[in-house]
């Protein structure tokens, strides 16, 4: 029975839930509690489902720093950032969220701000407050994530450093799709509109662009870098326009988005001048004007895989085997083109810059 004597400031004194108490409820030995709640994929399903409901209805709270202390382990998963703002990142951090919150472990999140050295220094910060990390669109070099994957366990989205477990998202695969998309709406010239020159894929995207169109005999040009942020959309239109461009693949949404506003700014008509296209389809990709014509990846999905991997080498998960393309230490995920309305035929006289 619970103690609710009065301590002798007046307040009432709960004493804490134990996992004796649940081994009592329950009838197993305390180290059975104990592996279901911190290792449950030790423990067998039908005996763990039966502990955590105990332990839900006697209201027990896990002290974890005395866990992390016996066990070595925190529980914590830390989750960089490039920029939290960034709609990009709302799903990834959603799905790496829901991911651990379903292993019963805890997320760290940090925003790095477009910046290696402050990437680096948290790194350097949690290390000893979490088991391991995501790191997604990373800013460092990939001998510097190799050498920190040496002390800490790491799982990366969007970059492939050797020897690091990686999740990718198939963008060379929304290209090659977005230059089909254009070619058959008649554009033989095709503008990339770059990101970042640290970014790992920038160039992946820029690589893919140069590939398809020699395969399929079109031009290609590239203006940039441009930061991946809507108020750098102002500067990519001009430079396109300036160029002459009749169709654009722009780095990221938001840079695309903010391109749409200053075209219309200049009173240049998107589609019927030029053809936008973003990538990612982030959440407002389809409520700007006009909607974006982009391609679409499976953004929510890439967080939980990484997680799956990251507890996988903890020893935290099943080993379930995620879904996607299985290339040496990655998983590919792919991408589709999504239509809208700011792609259209081109132009039978391109028009001038002004």
């Known amino acids: 029975m619970t103690d609710t004597r009065p301590s002798r400031s007046g307040d009432t004194d709960v004493r804490r ?9 329950t009838g197993v030995a305390p180290s059975t509690v ?21 332990a839900r209805d006697l209201g027990y709270v896990p002290n974890s720093q005395a866990r992390a202390l016996t066990s070595g382990r925190t ?12 709609p990009f ?6 799905g790496t969220q829901h991911q651990l919150a379903a292993a019963g472990w805890t997320q760290l999140l940090v925003d790095t701000e477009e910046s290696g050295e402050a990437e680096l220094a948290a790194l350097n910060a949690i290390a000893t407050k979490a088991d391991g990390a995501v790191l997604t669109a990373s800013r460092l070099s990939d001998a510097q994530i190799a050498r920190i994957a040496q002390r800490t366990p790491l799982v990366v989205v969007n970059r492939r450093p050797e020897g690091v477990p990686s999740v990718l998202i198939d963008t060379p695969g929304g290209v090659e799709q977005a230059v089909q ?26 690589r893919a662009l140069v590939r398809v169109a020699k395969r399929l005999g079109i031009r290609v040009a590239r203006v940039g870098p441009h930061a991946p942020f809507v108020d750098s959309g102002a500067a990519a239109a001009d430079a396109a326009v300036n160029a002459g461009a009749t169709a654009c693949i722009a780095f990221n949404d938001l840079i695309a988005i903010g391109m749409l506003a200053r075209l219309r700014e200049r009173g240049v008509r998107v ?45 935290a998960e099943s080993g379930e085997d995620p879904v996607g393309e299985h290339t040496a230490g990655a998983v590919a995920l792919p991408t589709h083109l999504t239509v809208r309305e700011s792609t259209g035929p081109a132009p039978t006289s391109p028009r001038r810059p002004s």
């Open 17 to 25: 839930v134990t996992i004796r108490d649940i081994a009592d409820a």
């Open 89 to 94: 990142y709302f799903d990834v951090i959603r």
């Open 34 to 54: 104990s592996r279901a709640l911190s290792l449950p994929d030790r423990v067998n399903r039908a005996t763990q489902l039966r502990i955590q409901q105990a």
């Open 181 to 206: 998309h254009l070619v058959s709406l008649g554009h033989r010239d095709v503008l990339y509109v770059a990101g970042p020159d640290s970014s790992w894929s920038n160039e992946r995207r820029w």
């Open 75 to 86: 529980r914590a998963v830390a989750v960089l950032v490039s920029d939290i703002t960034n």
């Open 271 to 315: 589609p019927e001048d030029m053809s936008v296209v973003g990538c990612d389809d982030i959440f407002g990709a389809d409520f700007c004007n006009p909607p974006l014509t982009t391609m679409t990846s499976p953004i929510e999905r890439a967080g939980r895989v990484a997680i799956r991997m990251l507890l996988g080498r903890l020893g």
